[in-house]
Each structure stands twice: as C-alpha cells, then as structure tokens.
C-alpha cells in the first residue's frame, strides 16, 4: 500500500524557518518524481517545488513565489523527500501535500494526508 | 504561468442530474496534460481524470472528460450524493503546473 505521510508542520513567526518532512512506503521511490503541493486556506490549490530522481540528476523545479526561499530536497535511503522553508511569509500559510507523480503524466497519483503550516506573529 | 479559469465556481444539482465544469486555459496546453480531481471535504485531493479523458483507477463510468488547446470540461453525467465535493482542473503542460480555482458541487 502506498504511504505519503507529512510531518513538520505548525505555527511559526513570520521570517522564520520550518522543514516539512515527507515520509514514503509502498513503492521504489529511489525512481519516483516527487512534489509539494498546498492549498491555501481560501482553498486555492498551488503547485510548490518537484525533485526528480537520481537518473534525472534530481533535477529540481520551483514555483516563483518560493524560489530562493524553499529548497526540495530528498534522501532516497530513507524514502523521504522534504521541504526546507526559509523567510516565510503569511501568505505561506496552507496545507501542505506531499504528492507522488507516479507515471511521468505530470499530474498528482497519489497524495498524502497533508501537514498544516501557519505564518503569523 | 499559465492561467485556468475555471466555471462555473459553484453548482447546485440534483441527484440524476448532469452536471459539466468548463477549464479554459490562458494559452494552449496539450490534452496529454489536462487533469481533474476530487476534494472531498476535509480530504486531500483525488485525481478523477487524467489527460482529458482518462478515468483514474476505481473511478466510475459516470465521470467522463473532453477537450483539447485551451477548452476542456468535465462532466458527472447523473450525480450522486457522494459526489459532493469541489473539483479543480490542472496543468501539467508547461512549467509552472497550475490548478483551476475550483467548482463546488452541492446537492439540493
């Protein structure tokens, strides 16, 4: 069975930093092309940042109004894939998904349950 | 980035009823790259269609998706109660992916 469990979240000031955890089971994910994904609180769904897989030399791809500031990384012994966030901003504040694109189609397979991240002083 | 605008943003139906969402893209897309999903409340997203017509695994027979450049739809072609949610289109065709504003589908 597949798996994507988020962890990381909370409350945070804005400026400061979080990382988001993304921890995988149930499929090769040495091969997978991963994403985050949010959703604001007025329900706008918003594409975040993707890293692909070794073979792609875990090319990296970014929405403009995280770059410089996100940083998607992974760590494929542990099947997890995270999400480094500097100088957040209250218009950061969403859920979080992790999402698994499983077959190249860029579109989102799989999801997990997301993690809720809030920007405010 | 390319923009999807979605319509209409809330639909009151019956059940039996057909329902269909219209997704117009800001420029061109391939139909290899159009998709939908489901969000029921309180649940991450589902994917329901992909590629314009393709229905995801254990999806029924009564979604169904057409399309192509910058028109697409979506149709439930006799609502169910359980289909009570909201649904977004999404590109995949250019970078950065971007998701439609969304439709919610309310039963009367």
């Known amino acids: 069975e597949v798996q994507l469990v988020e962890t990381g979240g909370g409350l945070v000031q804005p400026g400061k930093s979080l990382k988001l955890t993304c921890a995988t089971s149930?499929?090769?994910?040495?091969?997978?092309?991963m994403h985050w994904v949010r959703q604001s609180p007025e329900k706008q769904l918003e594409w975040v940042a993707q890293?692909?897989?070794?073979?792609?030399?875990?090319?990296?791809y970014y929405a403009e109004s995280v770059k410089g500031r996100f940083t998607i990384s992974r760590d494929d012994s542990k099947s997890s894939v995270y999400l480094q966030m500097n100088s957040l901003k209250e218009e950061d504040t969403a859920i979080y998904y992790c999402?698994?694109?499983?077959?190249?189609?860029?579109?989102?397979?799989?999801w997990g349950q997301g993690v809720m991240v809030t920007v405010s002083s | 980035a390319i923009v999807l605008n979605q319509s209409p943003s809330s639909i009151i139906a019956s059940q039996g009823e057909k329902v269909t969402i219209t997704c117009r893209a800001s420029?061109?897309?391939?139909?290899?790259?159009l998709h939908w999903y489901q969000q029921k409340p309180g649940a991450f997203p589902k994917l329901v269609i992909y590629?314009?017509?393709y229905r995801a695994s254990g999806v029924p027979s009564r979604f169904s998706g057409s399309g192509s450049g910058t028109s697409y739809s979506f149709t439930i072609s006799r609502v169910e109660a359980e289909d009570v949610a909201t649904y977004y289109c999404?590109?995949?065709?250019?970078?950065?992916?971007?998701f439609g504003s969304g439709t919610k589908l309310e039963i009367k």
């Open positions: 590629s314009t017509s």
């Open positions: 999404q590109q995949g065709s250019s970078n950065p992916f971007t």
């Open positions: 999402t698994w694109e499983r077959l190249r189609g860029h579109y989102f397979d799989y």
């Open positions: 890293i692909k897989a070794k073979s792609n030399n875990y090319a990296t």
């Open positions: 149930g499929f090769t994910f040495s091969n997978a092309w």
């Open positions: 420029s061109s897309i391939s139909s290899n790259y």
